[in-house]
């Protein structure tokens, strides 16, 4: 399959199911609703090293949040629901009630809930107040700006992560415009998230690794300064790689966001010196959920002709 003179490999990326969370905060100005979340989603890259996986899903206008000011909406990933109520915890108590003017809410109900301010409370020393609202409890906790407003607990969804894709180029500069016009792209979807700096990951890695302690090491095949010293997938021409991984909190999601971003990375195309998409798997071993780039593109695009 070529798309715009660029090749897309007849593979799949591999993807796993998850624990996620949807929390929705809010501020005086949009600007601390975005500050509190981006200091939430620090080191939040992958759950190999972070503990969980994190990101801005969406901004959001005063007529979207339940208190009627500026918001933002952030997505949260673990493999665990005891994990992911622990990152929560952690990452709304340091960065999110610490943060000027904020509050917080449950951005989704699930089967599973867990604690949002419930265990956040007693930040407040006794002097915490609760209130039930259309059945929903929360808390309010002083602070000396006023008050910090909390949603007692929020569901857990059933995500999946690690859907990715791979674009190789002639060259580094152009891998990494290709790919930031991809996240661009998806920058308007709902329901997902790319944890990367940026979106944008240049250290792709495999299962496993020579030294026994790492759970994960370098993509060697894809390594350019590696090609010829192992059996690698990359040709003369390929002088850069880089990977663009997503988490989603639905099937419908990553196939929205991957196709996207395909699409995306096509339009800049041979001319701007991409020549390959392929993604990430392990022989379908690890994870059970598979989307196949080319299925993705033709479904897509039959949609749109339709």
Known sequence: MIRGGVRIDDTFAEAFGMKAARVLVTADTASWARQAVASACGFATSVIGCGCEAGLERELD???????????????????????????????????LTCPTTAVFSGADGAEPIALGRNLRYFGDGWQMSKVLAGRRYWRVPVMDGEFLIEE?????????????????????QALHACEAAIEACRSLAGVIAPFPGGIVRSGSKVGSRYPKLPASTNHAFCPTLRGAVDGELDAASAAVMEIVFDAVDDPSMRAAMGAAMRAVCEIGADGGVLRISAGNYGGKLGKHHYHLREILEQQAGGERR
């Not at 607990?153 to 500069?173: C, E, F, W, Y």
């Open 62 to 96: 005063p007529g979207e949040t339940p208190d009627g000011r500026p918001g933002a909406a952030m997505l949260l990933f673990a493999v665990s629901g005891g994990e992911l109520a622990r990152q929560l915890e952690r990452r709304i108590g340091q960065c999110v």
């Open 153 to 173: 607990s929020t569901g857990v969804l059933k995500g999946i992560g690690g859907g990715n894709l791979l674009v190789l180029a002639r060259q580094r500069a």
